[in-house]
T-cell receptor, first 112, second 113 residues
């Protein structure tokens, strides 16, 4: 059974700082890994999808990496802004691609 | 491109009542998911459809929850009877096929009192 863990559970940084969010998964036989953003009271917004054959994906100030052998993915946010404040969730596609399993999220606060 | 549509956005019911949620996925998306997200936790998969067939419903409490996806498009999720612990946000998502990028709706926040 796939288990996804995100550390830290909460993070507070000053504006402008570069930061890394961590995601670990127990079953390395994943197909894809997806990072999401969730604002309070809202649904999930897809940020990046990394396919199993890829090692990283970039979108603007975001860069996500994937290391299947170690069971880890990281989301790097450059030059953080207050508007980046949200909960960030990672999710892994496993079990033949059938099951999308989520971590518990990292709640990020970027302060002025 | 229109996103995943869910309704209602909010619902408050008393325990033992029934409730239904509706989801309209992105046009052309074959895969549809229903997730339950309890406050402070990550989303938990309830049921997954591929077209109008069920792929995974292993975590669906079948004594009280049911879901259907007629004609492989819209889907409804029903709870009958509701319990206090069903208070959560119910999220619907869709994808082109299995294993591809999932897109989520705004969710329905259910409060059972």
């Amino acid at each position: 059974k796939q288990e996804v863990t995100q550390i830290p559970a909460a993070l507070s940084v000053p504006e402008g700082e570069n930061l890394v969010l961590n995601c670990s998964f127990t079953d390395s036989a994943i197909y894809n890994l997806q990072w999401f953003r969730q604002d309070p009271g809202k649904g999930l917004t897809s940020l990046l999808l990394i396919q199993s054959s890829q090692r990283e994906q970039t979108s603007g100030r975001l860069n996500a990496s994937l290391d299947k052998s170690s069971g880890r993915s990281t989301l790097y946010i450059a030059a953080s802004q207050p508007g980046d404040s949200a909960t960030y969730l990672c999710a892994a596609f496993t079990g033949g691609g059938n099951k999308l399993t989520f971590g518990t999220g990292t709640q990020l606060k970027v302060e002025l | 491109e229109a996103g995943v549509a869910q309704s209602p956005r909010y619902k408050i019911i008393e325990k033992r009542q029934s409730v239904a949620f509706w989801c309209n996925p992105i046009s052309g998306h074959a895969t549809l998911y229903w997730y339950q997200q309890i406050l402070g936790q990550g989303p938990k998969l309830l049921i997954q459809f591929q077209n109008n067939g069920v792929v995974d419903d292993s975590q669906l409490p079948k004594d009280r929850f049911s879901a259907e996806r007629l004609k492989g498009v819209d889907s409804t999720l029903k709870i009958q009877p509701a319990k206090l612990e069903d208070s959560a946000v119910y999220l619907c998502a869709s994808g082109v096929v299995l294993n591809t990028e999932a897109f989520f709706g705004q969710g329905t926040r259910l409060t059972v009192v």
